[in-house]
């Protein structure tokens, strides 16, 4: 009977060993596997980074068809293996979140695209692509149908990944928004189309990312070759003016009878508008290619709208506007002082072109660390379709049957303000007059440079 | 009275800018390129100033500044780039010159860096 019990206790105890062994042993594959997940994760990272770096390796592989097919490859794999891995849930804030968040920081952080996550809720995310190719360029690739050209390496990464998961982005908005100078995308993250055309999404857009980046060298090719053209005739512009100039203001010297006087008068003044146009072009060159530099000096900016108002009433330009500076007595600050002239002056220039004559005011204030400049005229106004456009390249506030100029003043403007990280806006009504407020920050903030020299364009 | 030495190509500007500065009491000595400028030079010739176009056919901009910069006794005459181009300043810096006109410039902008340059030099 003991023997017997004995036994069993031991058929028992290999039984209850065996057990032991097979816990242990999933114990152990489930730590190995949860082990697995985060090294697949942490590879995830890896990858990640090391795409970016990638990316920037080629300087802006935006413009490098063959290195975004490759990356965008390589993105799209690493997303799918992730999601096998850890699963993927829409509405829940858990890893997957977390992951996209972390690879918008990532791509943002090393300049990679200029891509903000505005919001990520309910699997709609909310983006901003900054100070790209402006509207024009915008426009056109919109109208050929290359709808999502900017974010596309981000946006054809996050379809190869999400395809094999039933999912899909949904495009909800794509925008140029003027006043932030960015594109608006909202994109949803929405069930494919069961019955819906061929469920080819991840074909289709590397298609489309081809399409996208060939039109998008032909639109840089063309910007380059308009540079380029407006660049040589400005340059050749330069030297007769220059020789015209410097004759004239000898001749101005000389003592000539009244008829000549008067009609060196006018050489002067034309002269002069010549040389404010020939300015204007180079300068939009140079903005364009990013080859401005800003001199940062300590300036009065009191002291300087003075200074521009004086030589408008010495060039004789005032037309019989009054000018009035009000404000603080003095308001210094670390600025380009050549560049903040040509700011001021562009203003000055506009509320006397569109003043009517009227008096124009002038405020120079500073709060908070902040200088305001604020320029006011009371004449024809600006109409609302008009505003939308005022501060793009080669655009006009009215019709170019009644004011020249080439449109780039306001454009010019602008681009000085914020190398200079400040802002200019403007309020207006047709018949009521303008308001031009510039607000600058007295000192540099540390990212300026940044700002500065991030054109997406050209080189 | 200092001297001034003119190199541009083109005869019109040189024209104009020999009126001003001779105006202004310089002496003016003008070249209608680079060669024709280093001949001065090697013959003798010790400006207060060279104002110095780039683009000019024979010899450039470029290669006089070179030439000048190997020959010690002309290497440290002070040297103001005159450019139409949009990178006037970079110019400047790179021919380790004593400033730039960027075309169109005014009279009183060629006055004054022409006596800045040659006060400093004296």
Request: proline letters at 3%; hydrophobic letters at 40%.
């Amino acid at each position: 009977m003991s023997e017997q019990l004995a036994e069993v206790r031991g058929e028992r105890g290999d039984e209850v060993a065996e057990l032991r062994a097979r816990i242990e042993e999933l114990e152990r594959r489930l730590a190995s596997a949860e082990k697995r997940g985060e090294d697949e994760r942490t590879r995830f990272r890896a990858t990640l980074y090391e795409a970016v770096l990638y990316g920037l390796g080629r300087t802006l592989s935006l413009y490098d068809p063959a290195s975004v097919r490759v990356l965008v490859r390589e993105m799209g794999r690493r997303i799918r293996e992730y999601f096998e891995e850890v699963g993927y849930h829409v509405s829940s804030g858990s890893t997957p979140k977390e992951v996209f968040e972390n690879t918008t920081a990532f791509f943002v952080a090393n300049g990679f695209v200029d891509f903000e996550v505005v919001s990520w809720t309910d699997g709609l995310i909310r983006g901003r692509w900054r100070h790209l190719l402006g509207l024009r360029a915008y426009q056109r690739i919109v109208a050929a149908g290359g709808q999502t050209f900017i974010s596309c390496p981000l946006n054809a990464m996050l379809h190869d990944g999400l395809e094999p998961l039933g999912k899909e982005l949904a495009l909800e908005k794509n925008e140029f928004d003027l006043e932030k100078d960015c594109v608006e995308s909202w994109e949803r993250i929405a069930d494919l189309e069961p019955d819906g055309p061929e469920p080819d999404t991840g074909r289709h857009l590397s298609l489309d990312a081809e399409r996208v980046l060939e039109l998008e060298r032909e639109q840089s090719r063309q910007l380059r070759v308009r540079d380029d053209f407006i660049r040589i005739a400005s340059h050749e512009l330069a030297t007769p003016l220059t020789a015209m100039e410097l004759t004239l203001s000898r001749l101005e010297k000389a003592d000539l009878p009244n008829g000549a006087a008067r009609a060196t008068k006018v050489l002067r003044r034309q002269v002069h508008r010549l040389k404010l146009l020939v300015t204007e072009m180079l300068d939009t060159t140079r903005l364009q290619i990013g080859r401005i530099k800003l001199e940062r000096e300590s300036v009065d900016l009191v002291q300087l709208t003075r200074g521009v108002i004086d030589s408008l009433e010495a060039g004789r330009q005032l037309k019989g506007c009054a000018i009035e500076l009000r404000g603080a007595g003095s308001v210094v600050g670390t600025w380009d002082s050549a560049r903040l002239e040509q700011v001021v002056s562009n203003l000055l220039d506009n509320a006397i072109k569109y003043g009517e004559g009227r008096p124009i005011t002038v405020d120079v204030t500073a709060k908070d660390g902040r200088a305001h400049l604020v320029v006011r005229d009371r004449g024809i106004g600006i109409s609302p379709e008009a505003m939308k456009r005022l501060f793009n390249p080669f655009e006009r506030g009215v019709s170019v049957q009644h004011y020249g100029g080439l449109g780039l003043g306001l454009y010019i403007a602008r681009r000085i303000v914020r190398m200079h990280g400040g802002t200019i806006s403007v309020e207006s009504e047709p018949g009521k007059g303008a308001v031009f407020d510039v607000e600058l920050p007295l000192a540099p903030k540390i990212d300026d440079a940044f700002l500065v020299e991030s054109p997406l364009m050209g080189r | 009275m200092s001297v001034v030495l003119l190199v541009d190509d083109d005869i019109d500007i040189r024209e104009a800018e020999e009126l001003v500065l001779e105006d202004a009491g310089y002496r003016v000595v003008s070249a209608a390129n680079g060669e024709e400028a280093l001949a001065a030079l090697e013959n003798g010739l010790r400006p207060a100033v060279i104002l110095l176009d780039l683009m000019m056919p024979v010899m450039n901009g470029w290669e006089l500044r070179e030439r000048m910069l190997r020959d010690a006794t002309i290497a440290s005459i002070p040297v103001v780039v005159v450019t139409g181009d949009t990178m006037a300043a970079q110019r400047a810096k790179s021919l380790a010159a004593a400033g730039y006109l960027a075309k169109p410039f005014a009279t009183e902008e060629l006055l004054a860096i022409v006596a800045r340059v040659t006060a400093a030099d004296s």
